[in-house]
């Protein structure tokens, strides 16, 4: 890797960054954001403050020539595209602090420079024709994050955009927008400009280029122990597309398609987590119950034939679903199995990463319901008692629950079952 000792203005030197889709949302939540603030307050004006490490993977032609809002600034002005590997979380900090300054300001310049020269630094660049804008940070694929991020982080209210589903990410990007704006009300020009120089000019990034010999998908896995770490749901998403641009039987585009599929499957998975507000849902939770629901269809469907066979098989479970971050990244979805046959089980297959991506997003939706019936459309009697057992364990609905409505549609049949 190539490594350099950066500040954030000679980062954001003619580059583009975009947050690649295997990577989770932001997750900075107040007290990650208070820390920060500190630092900054704290920072004497004669001195640097290291921030920790950026990690960067150059992006190749073949992906950002299909950025259509994009391309055009990195052939004519030359910007370099990279993934951020690591280091997401305090670079969009970093961004939503810089973007909530330059509102803030009355003045039409900071520190002796136009307003406009640092949106185009730090925020966007229009083309001049003004039929494309360039994002300096964001999102590659288009995601409730990215398109949050544009239209209420960055104010971009242009044809086209929306603010889509609300996910955890999205919210916290909206509370960081607002944690900055409310600390930066009774600030003074001169103290917006001390501030825009400290953040720009005082802290310090060790920023690391990824070779192009290193699998990223596994040196993100590595980094995890940094920072405020991944859930199970967070690594499971880098797993299944590392594993779906690794399966060789799949027809040309058939690898695309199927990361499209499960980016798709994670954004539904992440808003029906995060739609409710007041019952934000636990994401290992859910992982644990969908597994005690998919384990017993899909991965081991035998049905024990006497009880020391009953013994056996529920022991497994047991242990799969006491962990079931370890059983699914550890022994189902591994790169071995994709070539290897293993005695009671078939190689990984592009249609297996697509049945469990499928299923795991019908079960969220299914989850929510579960966890908030007021808004579920089920019957009176059916809120009651689910609002009753959500009370007893925490609102987030149990294996039995989401496997009685995955099957089940006759609603007194279900009533039945939940009064029982």
């Not at 704290?42 to 073949?62: F, N, R, W």
């Not at 609102?395 to 989401?402: D, R």
């Amino acid at each position: 890797m190539k490594t350099e000792l950066l500040t954030v203005s000679k980062i954001f030197n003619e580059a583009l960054f975009r947050i690649p889709d295997y990577q989770r949302g932001y997750s900075w939540e107040l007290s990650h954001l208070k820390d920060f603030w500190s630092d900054i307050e704290q920072l004497s004006d004669s001195k640097s403050h290291y921030t920790g490490v950026i990690t960067l993977e150059e992006v190749p032609e073949a992906a950002w020539s299909r950025w259509d809002d994009d391309a055009w600034i990195i052939r004519s002005k030359k910007y370099s595209p990279y993934y951020v590997v690591d280091g997401q979380q305090r670079l969009t900090t970093i961004v939503i602090l810089l973007q909530c300054i330059l509102d803030r300001t009355e003045s039409d310049e900071l520190n002796y420079t136009p307003v406009e020269i640092l949106r185009r630094k730090y925020i966007y660049e229009n083309r001049s024709d003004r039929l494309a804008r360039a994002y300096i940070f964001g999102y590659e694929k288009d995601n409730p994050s990215g398109e949050f991020l544009k239209t209420e982080i960055f104010a971009d209210k242009s044809a086209g955009h929306s603010t889509g589903e609300a996910t955890v990410y999205t919210r916290n990007l909206r509370d960081a927008k607002a944690f900055f704006t409310e600390h930066l009300k009774s600030i003074s020009h001169t103290g917006l400009e001390t501030l825009f120089s400290r953040v720009t000019q005082q802290l310090v990034f060790n920023a690391y280029e990824i070779s192009k010999e290193i699998d990223v998908f596994v040196a993100f896995e590595s980094m995890n122990n940094r920072g405020k770490p991944l859930s199970a749901l967070e690594l499971l998403k880098n797993r299944l597309i590392y594993l779906s641009a690794n399966i060789t039987e799949a027809e040309p585009g058939d690898a695309r398609l199927l990361r499209k599929q499960i980016n798709e499957s994670w954004s539904i998975v992440y808003h029906n987590l995060g739609r409710n507000e007041h019952r934000p849902l636990s994401d290992d939770e859910f992982l644990r119950t969908h597994l005690a629901n998919y384990y017993h269809q899909k991965i081991s469907e035998q049905v024990p034939t006497d009880d020391d066979h009953l013994a056996r098989f529920m022991a497994a479970s047991y242990i799969t679903l006491e962990e079931p971050s370890a059983f699914l990244l550890r022994d189902q979805f591994t790169r071995r199995r994709l070539t290897v046959k293993e005695e009671g089980r078939q190689t990984l297959t592009a249609s297996a990463l697509q049945e469990y991506a499928t299923d795991l997003r019908a079960s969220a939706e299914t989850y929510y319901k579960l966890s908030t019936p007021a808004k579920s459309g089920y019957s009176d009697s059916e809120k009651i008692a689910l609002e009753r057992l959500g009370r007893l364990r925490g609102y987030g609905a149990g294996p039995m629950a989401l496997a009685l409505y995955r099957n089940e549609t006759n609603s007194r049949n279900r009533a039945a079952f939940l009064d029982a």
